[in-house]
């Protein structure tokens, strides 16, 4: 196993993870410049979930080589874990404690000090206008106010790169875009951003695009060289061609 040897986010080589007879990821091979939005794309059953459970030290590959935030993948993910933010497609906060103690909570596990959790927690409840509604239960807010409070609470701890899978699912479009306007935030900020989603709109957003098909990426680059590439108008299109060929031509929507 070599060193990352740059300053990369993100770095894998020939990544791969099988499962018995089945190869969930097949090889796969890109990297993420710091502070980049990178939006991981493909349809369900692809092999993102299982490349981020990697990246993130969740899972060792099969074979392959990846570093993140210049760890390696296989020595090192206790350090990963370290560096990285995580907010999983299903809300990760709890609904039984309030705003407050759910961020003191995170707070803590992140190892922060009394004052840098007091610190952030007015940061975050005054950013986004919570305040006052920082006693209740997470359990009481609506879904767009709980996804905005999950993000924040993942940048809690400043991570070097934070990983977002399907984060603004079931929310309404002014509350994806003010959610992308936190994301657009943090990776001004210096904070890179791994992002995954089906709806195709935001992935225009993303500086860089890959999108994954039977476990391998079918395709890589900046929303417009995809789109110039594929003689395409939009990201949906692309998407169709090479995840449903069969309907490419006919307009049917991305699923």
Not at 149 to 158: I, K, P, R, T
Not at 176 to 182: D, G, S, V, Y
Not at 185 to 193: D, K, L, R, S
């Amino acid at each position: 196993m070599t060193s990352s040897g740059d300053d990369r986010a993100i770095r894998t080589n020939g990544l791969t993870r099988t499962f018995g007879a089945f190869t969930a990821v097949d090889h796969i091979t890109f990297d993420v410049k710091p502070g980049e939005v990178f939006g991981f794309l493909g349809a369900n059953g692809a092999g993102k979930t299982t490349a981020i459970r990697m990246l993130t030290g969740l899972l060792t590959p099969s074979s392959g080589e990846a570093w993140v935030a210049g760890h390696d993948v296989y020595r090192e993910s206790e350090l990963i874990k370290r560096d990285i933010g995580y907010m999983s497609q299903r809300f990760s906060l709890y609904d039984d404690l309030t705003v407050r103690e759910n961020i003191r909570l995170y707070g803590g596990i992140y190892d922060l000090t009394r004052d840098q959790i007091r610190d952030r927690t007015e940061r975050i409840l005054s950013r986004l206008g919570l305040s006052d509604t920082a006693h209740d239960a997470v359990g009481a807010l609506p879904l767009g106010w709980k996804q905005k409070l999950a993000l924040s609470v993942a940048l809690l701890h400043e991570p070097r790169i934070v990983f977002l899978d399907e984060p603004t699912s079931g929310v309404d479009p002014i509350t994806r875009r003010q959610f992308w306007e936190l994301i657009y935030e943090a990776a001004h900020a210096g904070t890179t951003v791994l992002v995954t989603t089906h709806y195709m709109d935001e992935a225009e957003y993303c500086d860089r695009i890959s999108i994954m098909v039977a476990g391998r990426i079918a395709a890589l680059g900046s929303p417009a060289e995809l789109k110039r590439d594929a003689g395409a108008s939009s990201i949906d299109e692309v998407f169709v061609r090479l995840v449903r060929p069969e309907l490419a031509g006919g307009g049917g929507p991305a699923q």
